[in-house]
């Protein structure tokens, strides 16, 4: 179901400089509006309406701080910055802390709607593969301002050792029975050298990462926040890319303009850049295109569009789930990609980057490769979180090399599990 959305952005928002002119302002219109009639109110009621203005001013002051059920939602239209409605009140960008760890993902609302995957034939160095376009429904859902970072993936990172102490001390102990719910925890790295070539700055994008061990990202941050993240699908990815835009960039089809807006091959000096440098898309999101592809849930297939319903998907029965390692849908193009590879449409995949990889069975976390330099990935929150039964599909291994590779190197002592709940940072102090 697919609840009617209204996405509103005000001006006067330091965030959302510059992006007046692509959408009226209609929240600040609207707080006026429900400000003169609440003003109406405490005048002819007397005690009874300044309990309700009390209340909306509480709303006005602390948009983003609620209890972890409801953290992003507030009862009443902010008056500024960027909110979507839905039934339970209005979605507005919230920073989510991980307790325990210095990290914080900044998430802002996307609207639900439809649009159109892929792109027309008339465009620009499109590749056979972003068409017959399609009809896709998509719903709300949060989406990380920014590709995640190095200072949210080393936090990840660094639990390795303290869940290795957990273990060796019998603390959360992983059992058969409860391994479901465990997080695997990327093993620390073979050629350092190597993945932080481009740096390792706190505000760089993280990259090298297996597609499986950015979902287990979203199960660590699911599961300590108890809120359910997980990595886009393509068609959630390229949605939010576009941001209501049908042009080969958000920003329209010029080319020339890309160098507002993204890190490429032309201006990145082979590097990366920190997050967030450049102009944000029309939803505020930064670096959908370039500075590092993105992973997604999705394994690509080249057809995949001529083999969906012409009558319009919803985005999760689109999803192509994972059966093989490689192969992984990646989007956005990134630091070393020419400007056709950044468009909305523009599809890549992962290959076997692993050469250079000692291990055997071979890293299930890490990519060792020079092409993996470039892959990073971020993260989304929808607004209906599925049933708890559902949500491992998200985040484990689909491909039955995967699991076997986690399996052996865990029995070998070159890897961990963890379990993971709100009360785990309490737990690690013991350790630490
Ligand atoms: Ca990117």
């Not at 200072?151 to 660094?158: K, L, N, P």
């Not at 592809?293 to 969906?308: K, P, T």
């Amino acid at each position: 179901m697919f609840l009617p959305v209204a996405f509103c952005i005000s001006p006067g928002s330091a965030s959302n400089a510059g992006l007046e002119n692509i959408f009226s302002p209609c929240g600040l219109g609207a707080y006026n509006i429900l400000m003169n009639y609440f003003k109406s109110l405490v005048v002819a009621v007397g005690i009874f309406a300044t309990s309700v203005s009390t209340t909306f001013a509480q709303s006005e002051a602390a948009p983003a701080e609620a209890s972890a059920k409801s953290v992003g939602i507030v009862a009443e239209a902010p008056a500024e910055g960027r909110s979507v409605k839905c039934e339970q009140g209005f979605m507005v960008p919230y920073t989510q802390k991980l307790e325990g760890t210095d990290a914080e993902i900044e998430m802002v609302p996307i609207p639900g709607g439809e649009f159109k995957i892929g792109s027309p034939d008339s465009e620009e160095n499109r590749g056979e593969d972003e068409g017959p376009q399609v009809t896709i429904k998509v719903a709300p859902f949060w989406m990380g301002k920014y590709e995640i970072r190095w200072s949210e993936y080393q936090s990840f990172m660094q639990l390795y050792d303290l869940f290795k102490k957990l273990e060796s001390e019998k603390i959360r102990t992983v059992t058969d029975e409860n391994q479901v719910d465990a997080v695997t925890i990327p093993t620390p790295l073979y050629d350092p050298s190597y993945t932080y070539a481009n740096g390792e700055e706190p505000e760089q994008p993280a990259v090298t990462m297996s597609q499986y061990a950015a979902k287990q990202f979203t199960k660590w941050v699911s599961r300590l926040t108890d809120d359910f993240y997980r990595l886009p699908s393509e068609a959630e990815w390229e949605y939010a890319c576009r941001a209501g835009t049908t042009t080969a960039y958000s920003f329209g089809d010029d080319a020339s303009k890309l160098g507002e807006y993204a890190c490429y091959f032309d201006n990145s000096d082979d590097v990366t850049f920190p997050v967030g440098q450049k102009k944000p898309n029309p939803w505020g999101l930064y670096d959908m295109h370039g500075n590092v592809s993105e992973l997604v849930l999705d394994q690509y297939v080249a057809d995949r569009y001529g083999n969906l319903s012409k009558d319009g998907v919803d985005a999760n029965s689109a999803i192509v789930w994972g059966t093989k390692i490689f192969g992984r849908v990646v989007r956005g193009g990134s630091w070393q990609s020419d400007a056709e590879l950044l468009r909305s449409a523009a599809r890549a995949q992962s290959d076997d980057w692993r050469v250079e990889d000692p291990n055997i069975p071979k890293s299930p976390w890490w990519f060792t490769d020079e092409d993996a330099l470039t892959v990073g990935f971020r993260i989304i929150r929808p607004l209906d979180a599925p049933p708890e039964a559902d949500r491992n599909k998200f985040w484990d291994p689909d491909a039955t090399k995967i699991s076997i590779a986690v399996d052996n190197r865990i029995a070998e002592g070159r890897g961990v599990y963890g379990l993971v709940d709100p009360d785990l940072p309490e737990d690690l102090e013991k350790v630490k």
